[in-house]
């Protein structure tokens, strides 16, 4: 559906409202973080400061993972714009820690904090799936309660913006844009695990989550309550984005710096690793570049500060309203575009399918995953090196069971505000700040998050493309041979083997004809 602005203003309004502002963020070196970052730094050069709450990790303070950040690709644009000396004088880490008591912030900083900051972006939180309920609870739902602590403390806020995901509230299969009661009082949950050991929390586990399926989604359900609670207090929002993906256009377009939800599919599949999956292929899930998403906060943002839209606290950053591709179209779109655009080094010609069936599906992994892997790991053994395959698979095996949840059920999403939104926007703005889709070719951005994934995941940089293609190809013809070899050895065993046997081998070898090959 075709959007287009209201008025013909030229005045960037959003840039004027954040204009003089100081910011605070927390989880500004994970990936939403950073592109959040390299926004504001970008296109609203006019904010006062920008405080990013960090701890030191892995040996290096935080000054050093600041430069770090302003070192990676992502921000060459903003660097050539603004150089690299401005954007430190526009930034100040604030060393502190989300899983400390008070955030491990010192008592001079919160002071400074409390005096000057006018706009919160919540970010931080752990989003992995599988973590340790006691874990996500202290950095998701507490971390949460200690920052609208903090934010109360603020002589200045005009905005505190929690960002959520459209993933939290999974007993809704349509998500409407306003608050839920939580699965349980986030309060006494946060009370249980502080002082329960990490054992007992493990042990009680699966009775404290009920019907929710992992740490991640219950918990941000529980930092939506203490959200929730806060709204009469401060001036509260929630942003709830859907699967975040690569950059679509700006700054880096493909850019990303992790391998979760399709990319790593695409990744693995590209591989020849992942060869099978359990899922519903007809349904789909719910995608937003992260460069959209980014947009969508700043424009949700403007709406509330400029003009005093307090009818609308909660927003779902989604697509799936204007937008539906199953899985099985991103499967086919990634077959076609890994053949085009290959990559190095596959351990097998890029095969397999999705299934229906679990049991089918569990053939699958043992014949095509497992039997393989240990296969590959006996001559990399041999070879004097270390083996790698059995572990990569069974890190591939520990995300299926997070994928296989979200991949077999189906979840819709009103995103009724940012469409009105955009309405608000002038020509300027509109541009500046997109949030439709309506000029997207999704053949084009797949293609563009592979070749990325390619330089800034895998280190495979563009002229290795050749020996790629050849790899390739060569990888297609023993592919060829071995199935037909396999298919050879069936029709032995089939003339072979007494009438029963026949009717059996005939029946497997057309099953498998049909739902493997």
Known sequence: MEQTSKTNEVTDRIMETFAGRKIMLTGGTGFLGKVLVEKLLRCLPDIAHIYILMRPKKGKDVKQRLDEIFNSPLFEKVKAQRGLAALRKAVTVINGDIL??????????RKMLCENVNIVYHAAATVRFDEMLKKAVLMNTRATKLM?????????LVLFAYISTAYCHLEEKVLRQKTYPPPADPHQVIKCVEWMNDEVVEAMTDKILGTYPNTYAFTKALAEGLVEESLPHIPSIILRPSIIIPVWKEPLPGWTDNINGPTGLLIGAGKGVIRTMYCDQETYADYLPVDIAINAILVASWN????KDREKRVFNLTSSSEFQVSWAEIIERGRKITQKVPLNGVVWYPGGSMKKSRLLHNICI????MIPAYLIDALIFLAGHKPIMCRVHRRINKGFEVFEYYANNQWDFDNSYVIEMRYKLNNLEFDKYQLHGDDMDLDAYF?????????YIL??????LPAARRHLRIMYWVDVIVKTLFFLFLFYTLINSNDFTKTMVADSATYIVKQLI
Not at 100 to 109: F, N, T, V, W
Not at 366 to 369: A, D, G, I, M, S
Not at 459 to 464: C, G, I
Request: hydrophobic content about 45%; aromatic content about 10%.
């Open 459 to 464: 280190n495979e940089l563009p002229e290795t």
């Open 100 to 109: 400390m008591p008070d955030l491990g912030i010192s008592p001079e900083d």
């Open 304 to 307: 509330f500060i400029y003009f």
């Open 366 to 369: 043992l014949l095509f995953h």
């Open 447 to 455: 293609e563009t998050c592979i070749r990325a994934a390619r330089v």
């Open 148 to 156: 609208i602590e903090l934010a109360k403390e603020m002589k200045n």
